[in-house]
C-alpha cells in the first residue's frame, strides 16, 4: 500500500513537521524529500516532505497541491543528517533543512540558462558554392560551424562577426538547425590547468594513504552489502554490523608534510571504485592557489567548487551538477558538507581545527562534525587534516574514537622553521618604549631584503591603533553601542567600532567638553601600524598589506599573492588572512608581531588558539630550498602554548591542555553548551536569563551542572545586552534533549533573543 500522508517542514519559520494527506494523483511522485505546494491557513506555501506515513492522528487534514519538482530535492540520507543536526544542536528541523539547500535551489526563482544553439547540416557541394557566392560573410560562418557539432549562436556570432539575423536566415534556408540548450554557467570559464600527475609519496604519508584506501574499500563492501539488502531494514542492520563502518582518520601532519598529495590520490583511489568526495576547506584559504591543485590533478568537469563569491545562477548550476551525478569532487567551505551527491564515499576536512567551520548562526552546527555524522549515515570515509589538530579530535583519537595517522616531517627533508622568541618587556627598556619592531627583527628584515628573500610580518588586528585616549582627563573613545573600544583607522581619519560598525571621524581634540586637550593619544597596534613602521624603517622595500579593510574586491585577493609569488613584493603584513595553507618559496622570514594578542582573551580556548596560530604561520616560512626563520614577539615568552609553538611539540601542548580541560571540566573532558540571551536592558537579560537556569535546572541529569546566570565577556553588542548560561554534560545529547524541551516551553518576550550554542568555539 502506498503512503497516504506525507509529513512536511514548511518553508515559512515554523517549527513543526505538518501531516497533508496525498492526493491520488500525486501518489506516484511524492517523495521524501519533494518539495511541494500545500495550504497553509489561508495562504499557500513551499514545503518539503520530511517522512511519509499509512495513518496520521489528526482526522482533518488537507491535501498537498502540487508537486514543485518532480525528483527530490534532498536525499533521504540528507533528511536523516538534518534530524540528526536539529536533535544534536537544539534547533529546528527547517532551520537545518534550509542549511543543506542552498537558497537558489530552495526558491523557483533561478532556473538553467536555455540559449539558443546552432548546428550544422548536411549539404550538398552545390548548396554550398550557391551560398559562397551570394552571401560570402554566411558562408564564412558556416564555415566555422561545420568545423564543430555545434555552437551557441552568440559564440558563432562572436566568432564569425556576424548577428543573429543572418544566423535566423541560414536557418529558414535550411543551411543550419536551431534548438534550445541550457548552458551551464561556469564560474572557471575558460581558465587552464596545467595537468599533474601523483607525486612520489614518502613513507609516511604512503602509510597514511594507505588508511585512507582501507577506509574507502572497507565501506564500499558495506555500501554494496545494504544495497543488496535494500528494502529490508532488518537484512540491512545485519549487514552493516557485518562490516565495520571504518572510523574517522585524523592526520595529524605537520606544516609541509604533504597532507594535499594524500588527499588527492585519496580522491582518485575513491573515483577509481566510482565513489565521490567532498573536501571541506576554511573559506579563507579556499584561494586560487589551493582550487588550483585540484583542477591540475582531476579533469575539470569532474570538479566542482562552491565558494562565496558564486552567483545566484553559477551557484544553481553547480548545485543541480552535482545532484546530478555529473560531478564526482566537490571543494567548499562549511556548506558544502551538504553537496547532494549521490555516490559519496570519501569526505575530507582539511584543517579541521579551524573555527570556521563553526557555524554563528542557528543552526550553530560544525562542519567537521556534521561530517563525521554524514560519513556514517552514507557508509562514507572520513579524513580529517590539521598541523595542529583540534584538542577535542586529537582527545578522539587517543580514545581509539579516530584513527591517528602521524606525519611528523616536512616532504623533501625539509626542516621545520626556527623559531625565535623576542622579549617585548626587555624590548621596552632597550628601546625605551614600545616600537612595532624589536631590534632582532629590523634585523633579520634587513638581511632578508639584502639577500632579495621575502618577509610575511602578522598581527590579527586591522587599523592602526586599538584605542584613543586623553592622557589628561583619562577620556577612552568607547563603542557607544558595545562594550569594547573604538579603532582607529589613521589613512581614513576614522575611529570604528568592530563589532557593530560604528564609526566616526577621529577628533583633534580630546571630545571631552571639560577637557578638549589637543594632546590625545593612540595605544595598541593593528596592521595598519606595521605597515607604517615598515615605511619608515625599510623606505625602499616594496610593502603590501592584506586585511579586511583592504580587500575590498574579490578579485584583489588573487592580485596580491600573483604579485607576492613572482616577487613584486617584499614584505606582506596582513591578519589571518596571510596565516592560512600558503605555500611561498622565497618566504624565509615570517615576523609574528604581537603574539599574546588571543592568549588574553576571556575564553578557555585561548592557549589553543594561540598554539594553533602560531604554529600555522610559521608554517609558511622555508616552504623553498632555504631554511625559514620565525621570529615572534611576545610580552608573556615563558607562556606555555609559545614555549610548545617554538618546539613544534603538539604533544607536549595537547598533554597539559587536557590536563587543564580536565581539571576545570571544560571540553573535550565534558560537553558544554552555552545559553546566550539579549535583551534591550540589563535588567531583562539578567531576569531571563536567570529564569531559563532555573528551569533547566529542574530537568538535567545527575553529572549535569548549569552556572548561574552571568552577563557574557562581550556584555553588550549593539546595544543589546547579553547575559549567558553554561551547561555541562558528560552526555551531551541527553543535555541537548533537556535543554530542547526547555526551550520550546518558555515562552520570551519577542525583544528577547535566545542564542543555544551546542559545542561553542568560544564563549565571548
Ligand atoms: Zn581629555
Ligand atoms: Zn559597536
Known sequence: ?????????????????????????????????????????????????????????????????????????????????????????CCPVELCVKCALPEVVRKSKISWKERQFVRPVKLTPDDLAKLAKRAPKQFHALEILRKTDGMFVVKLCEEARIDGTAVKV?????????????????????????????????????????????????????????????????????????????????????????????????????????????????????????????????????????????????????????????????????????APLPALGLIIVDEEHETSYKQDEAPRYNARDVAVVRGKLEHAAVVLGSATPAIESYYNAQRGRYVLSTLPHRVDHQKMPLMRIVDMKQEMLRQKGLHVLSGRLRDAIEARLAKNEQVILFLNRRGYATHMFCPKCGYVADCPNCSVKLTYHRKAAQLTCHLCGETRPAPKVCPNPDCRDPAIRYAGMGTEKVESAIHAAFPKARVQRMDSDIMTRKSLYREIFHDFRIGKIDILVGTQMIAKGLHFPNVTLVGIIHADMALHMPDFRAAERTFQLLVQVAGRAGRGDVEGEVIVQSFTPSHSAIQFARQHDYLGFYDQEIEFRQQLHYPPATRLVCLTLRAKTEEKAKFFTDALAREIRKHIGANDLVSEATPAPLAKIQNNYRYQVIARSPQIMRLTEAIAKVVTATKLPPDVLLAVDVDPVSLL
Open 1 to 89: 500500500m502506498k503512503p497516504a500522508i506525507a509529513k512536511i517542514v514548511v518553508d515559512i519559520a515554523l517549527d513543526k513537521e505538518f501531516d497533508y494527506r496525498i492526493p491520488a494523483q500525486l501518489a506516484d511522485i511524492v517523495h521524501v524529500g519533494s518539495r511541494v505546494h500545500v495550504p497553509f491557513g489561508a495562504r499557500m506555501t513551499q514545503g518539503y516532505v520530511v517522512g511519509l506515513a499509512e495513518s496520521s492522528p489528526h482526522p482533518q487534514l488537507k491535501e498537498i497541491a502540487e508537486v514543485v519538482s518532480k525528483r527530490p530535492l534532498l536525499t533521504d540520507k540528507i533528511l536523516e543528517l538534518t534530524r540528526w543536526m536539529g536533535r544534536y544542536y
Open 170 to 338: 541560414l536557418a529558414k534556408k535550411g543551411f543550419v538547425e536551431l534548438t534550445d540548450k541550457i548552458e551551464e554557467r561556469d564560474p572557471f570559464g575558460g581558465e587552464v590547468f596545467l595537468p599533474t600527475e601523483p607525486l612520489p609519496l614518502m613513507p609516511d604519508q604512503a602509510q597514511s594513504l594507505e588508511l585512507c584506501k582501507q577506509a574507502i574499500d572497507a565501506t564500499s563492501d558495506v555500501s554494496r552489502l545494504c544495497e543488496s539488502a535494500a528494502g529490508a531494514p532488518h537484512e540491512r542492520r545485519l549487514a552493516e554490523s557485518a562490516y565495520k563502518i571504518p572510523k574517522p582518520i585524523l592526520i595529524h601532519g605537520v606544516t609541509g608534510s604533504g597532507k594535499t598529495e594524500i588527499y588527492l590520490q585519496a580522491i582518485e583511489h575513491a573515483l577509481r571504485q566510482g565513489k565521490d568526495s567532498i573536501v571541506l576547506v576554511p573559506e579563507i584559504s579556499l584561494t586560487p592557489q589551493t582550487v588550483e591543485r585540484f583542477r591540475a590533478r582531476f579533469p575539470k568537469q569532474q570538479i566542482t567548487v562552491l565558494h562565496s563569491h558564486l552567483s545566484d545562477g553559477e551557484r544553481h548550476d553547480q548545485w543541480h551538477k552535482i545532484r546530478d551525478g555529473q560531478s564526482h569532487i566537490v571543494i567548499g567551505a562549511r556548506s558544502a558538507v551538504f
